[in-house]
């Protein structure tokens, strides 16, 4: 009895709005009491309606009406609250806006607690005691109250759709089975539930899989990271030490060698990281997709199960294999070794030996080699912008689009002399050296156009014809003739064959000693694969024979 009283004085000194003990009390002209923070906020959202209302009687007001203090109601709050009346609990809270209201209760509504699918009806604390107490409503299956369960009734039978029609993919209740849906493919909802679990089990149980595979992934790049920053770091100790004995001819090489070391080891470690965040990223994409199916796998309600299942479409294929190959690392230690060969060389042999410790820095490579691009998506992953060097270009040739494309003049260009210029044939070099791995394409207009990879000293012996691009060991280039192909190579000449296109995609990966140039179109065709050994860094170049021919390297996308 004494706590029906005591629940009675708190409903009697409840705010109607925020269902809580009034706080600095004020009562309306209706005589209605609020706290006055709850209804000055309820009058100044209806400021823009232009009225006020009361939220308990819903008397409305023209102008906003002045409040008055209850000072007897704060008095007796603060007598109350010495006798130890505190705010109402949570479960006896007043439904608000959002909340799913007890379908029971008369008057004003408190929160349902629980929806019975067998009553179609939401129930209170109070009024959720029979199912829990007694027998008969043991029975009943109680879930989380929604308003959305009402979609589980049937809008034709009013009857709570308990079985799936596989036929039609939707739920349905008895009499649908037997009557619109008669001859379908018909199940319990709760076998069909029974079925997509298992599915969901098997999908979760694949991720899991590919979440462990890639965690070790991750951990084995972590290590290799480590081994290439140590080896890295223990070779430029070496090489420092040694190159310090040839002092003074010796230091600017000492400086060339570790410029390499570091490059190839920021290379390195920037595809380890690079490979390491997309495993990373695709760790949380997968966690992201099973918490999903989790919070889809611990739904109660078989409507909602089924209604928000998505279709099982497969999982992706994974950016990287089950289970990451790393090559046995190259380390530097290499480099070392080749450094020594040099101590006793000296100035005759300094600089064929520079070309060799090169190289060999080059090639440090932790990760097995990845596979060549197939689609022209993948090849453009490795796009690169590739802008002309003006102190190459010919002198009857014109630099334009911020020299990306070049026109052959029948006129000479107001260029300077400089020792880089070709002078005997119409060819100009990229300014930037090619990255190991890289992909460009090249728009070609005219009759003969010549698209090209070259070492940079090819202008040395320009002058003579093997300055040309093709006719030396120095360059690689395809010459593209209106409507044939024709690839050169030391002097060598080796017709191709494929379908003619004005442009041309070129694929180069320095480390694997791969060439390789396609014919671009709707489709990519390879024209022509070179595999040999690059002994310098590479230039993109292009030569350009008859008047008014054009080539333009186009830019990345």
Not at 2 to 18: A, G, M, S, V
Not at 132 to 143: C, I
Not at 445 to 461: C, D, L, M, P
């Amino acid at each position: 009895m004494e706590q029906q009283e005591n629940q009675l004085d708190r409903e009697k000194f409840c705010c109607w709005i925020c269902v809580d003990l009034l706080k600095d009390p004020v009562t309306t002209v209706c005589g209605h009491s609020y706290c006055k923070s709850c209804i000055n906020t309820h009058w100044d959202n209806g400021e823009e309606r232009g009225s006020y209302s009361c939220p308990q009687c819903r008397q409305t007001f023209t102008q906003r009406p002045v409040l008055e203090t209850s000072t007897m109601l704060a008095d007796s709050l603060e007598e109350l609250k010495k006798t130890g009346l505190q705010a109402a609990p949570a479960d006896h809270c007043y439904a608000g806006p959002e909340d799913v209201a007890c379908d029971v209760c008369t008057g004003r509504k408190r929160k349902s607690l629980k929806f019975c699918l067998n009553c179609l009806a939401s129930y209170c604390e109070k009024y959720l005691q029979h199912h829990l107490q007694s027998a008969p409503f043991k029975k009943h299956k109680l879930v989380e109250p929604s308003e959305k369960l009402q979609e589980n009734i049937c809008s034709r039978h009013d009857e709570v759709m308990k079985m799936f029609c596989r036929t039609d993919q939707q739920c349905i209740c008895y009499l649908c089975s037997v009557e619109e849906h008669k001859g379908h493919d018909t199940v319990s909802a709760a076998a069909e539930r029974t079925e997509r679990q298992r599915e969901l089990g098997l999908r979760r149980q694949t991720i899991q899989q590919r979440v462990q595979d890639t965690e070790k992934d991750v951990k084995l790049l972590q290590q290799e990271e480590e081994d290439v920053n140590g080896s890295a770091d223990k070779a430029v100790e070496d090489s420092e030490e040694i190159f310090t004995e040839l002092i003074p001819l010796l230091e600017k090489r000492s400086s060339d060698v570790e410029q390499q070391i570091r490059s190839q080891q920021e290379t390195e470690v920037s595809r380890v990281r690079e490979l390491q965040e997309r495993l990373e990223q695709e760790i949380t994409e997968l966690q992201r997709k099973d918490h999903e199916l989790k919070q889809l796998s611990d739904t109660e309600d078989q409507h909602q199960f089924l209604h928000n299942y998505p279709p099982l479409s497969p999982l992706s294929e994974s950016t990287h294999s089950s289970s990451t190959r790393i090559r046995p690392l190259r380390d530097f230690e290499d480099v070392t070794a080749a450094v020594s060969q040099v101590r006793g060389r000296l100035q005759d042999t300094l600089s064929e030996t520079e070309t060799e410790i090169l190289r060999i820095v080059s090639q440090v490579d932790v990760l097995l080699r990845q596979p060549e691009p197939e689609t022209r998506a993948d090849f453009l992953r490795y796009s690169q912008e590739i802008t002309l060097d003006p102190n190459t270009a010919y002198k009857r040739l014109l630099l334009s689009e911020g020299n990306r494309k070049v026109t052959r003049m029948s006129e000479h260009q107001s260029y300077s002399d400089h020792p880089h210029r070709f002078t005997h044939w119409p060819q100009v070099l990229s300014r930037e050296s090619l990255p190991g791995r890289c992909y460009w394409e090249v728009e070609v207009g005219g009759e003969v156009v010549g698209v090209a990879v070259a070492y940079k000293n090819i202008s040395e012996a320009e002058g003579l014809d093997e300055g040309s691009f093709g006719f030396n060991k120095k360059s690689w280039s395809l010459d593209c003739n209106g409507n044939s192909y024709d690839f050169y190579y030391n002097g060598n000449y080796t017709p191709v064959f494929g379908p003619v296109s004005s442009r041309v995609g070129v694929y180069l990966d320095h480390s694997a000693g791969v060439l390789s140039f396609y014919s671009v179109s709707d489709t990519m065709t390879l024209l022509n694969r070179v595999q040999t050994t690059f002994t310098q860094p590479l230039y993109a170049g292009v030569w350009v024979y008859d008047s008014g021919s054009t080539a333009e390297f186009c830019k990345p996308k």
